[in-house]
């Protein structure tokens, strides 16, 4: 579904991606893992079109990005899912969700929020995949955190897409709702066989969702496994020298429990994040 070879990208003079190798088959959950500035939004981006790489390959659904292609066309294969969901707040959830639909609607139908029946039946779909049907016409202001989230993935789900970019989903949720969200995503996307590739920043979450983990580190892939061969040399070739604390820190995260914190010493410093 996702096919990235030595996948290169700067700005200007800051290298940011130095050969990326990945490829992310139908229905794979895929969490990446690294610190603050590693490049993972700079590669969700290159995915889904929004930044154009300097060299190497990248294939989503079929489409070669680094070629003259139809952003429309990329539109309907991605689906994004953000931190900060960029839901309409006074807006119903039901419109928010269809609001998905969007980029497969005529241009005139979309300023008139014209929707077809059978994409509000979908919206409806979506949204009782994610355990929201009972809200649909409510104002998406009115919703917690955790719902707003599910009606973020719900809008994503109503693209229909074949692969899901979930930029830090759960950073703001408290740890419960964050991973019920986790669970929904991974839940709906397996059963439709859509490729994500989710950006996390809590190891233990990326351990119980992940079908597959990947790390990055100043724009090279250090790691690339199952969940439980993520241990302490693959944290410390993620993490290294030890900002995760830090890291953690300013991200406001719980520490997390048990023993995945890297055996070396703390360095104090976190210049350069
Ligand atoms: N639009 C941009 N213009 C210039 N530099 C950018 C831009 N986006 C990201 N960067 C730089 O690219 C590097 C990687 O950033 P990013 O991909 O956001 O990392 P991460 O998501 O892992 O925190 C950082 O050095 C950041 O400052
Ligand atoms: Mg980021």
Not at 39 to 67: E, F
Not at 92 to 99: A, D, E, M
Not at 221 to 249: C, K, R, S, T, W
Request: proline share 4%; glycine share 10%.
């Amino acid at each position: 579904m996702i096919t990235i070879r030595n996948l290169r990208k700067s700005y200007d003079s800051n290298h940011v991606l130095h050969g990326i190798d990945m490829d992310v088959k139908a229905g794979e959950f895929v969490v990446m893992l690294g610190l603050s500035g590693a490049g993972k939004s700079t590669l969700l981006r290159c995915i889904n079109g929004l930044n154009q790489p300097d060299s190497g390959q990248l294939q989503v659904g079929g489409i070669d990005l680094m070629r003259k292609h139809s952003g429309r066309e990329l539109a309907r294969h991605v689906a994004m899912v953000f931190q900060h969901h960029n839901l309409v707040p006074r807006l119903s959830v039901r419109k928010n969700v269809l609001t998905g639909r969007l980029g497969q609607v005529s241009t005139l139908a979309s300023v008139l929020q014209f929707f077809r029946r059978s994409d509000i039946a979908l919206a409806e779909q979506c949204l009782e995949r994610v355990g929201l049907t009972h809200k649909a016409g409510e104002r998406t202001q009115a919703l917690s955190g955790g719902q707003m989230q599910r009606v973020g993935i719900a809008r994503a789900l109503a693209q229909r897409p074949q692969v899901i970019l979930a930029d830090e989903p759960v950073a703001s949720l408290d740890p419960r709702t964050a991973r019920s969200v986790l669970q929904y995503l991974r839940d709906a996307t397996r059963e439709l066989g859509i490729a994500v590739v989710c950006n996390l920043h809590q190891v233990d979450y990326a351990r119980e969702f992940g079908d597959r983990i990947v790390g990055l580190s100043q724009g090279r892939m250090v790691f690339d496994g199952a969940p439980d061969q993520l241990g302490d040399a693959a944290l410390n070739a993620i993490y290294h020298q030890v900002p995760a604390m830090a890291e953690l820190q300013e991200q406001h995260t719980p520490m997390p429990a048990g023993s995945w914190m890297p055996a070396s010493p703390m360095v104090a410093t976190t210049g350069g994040l």
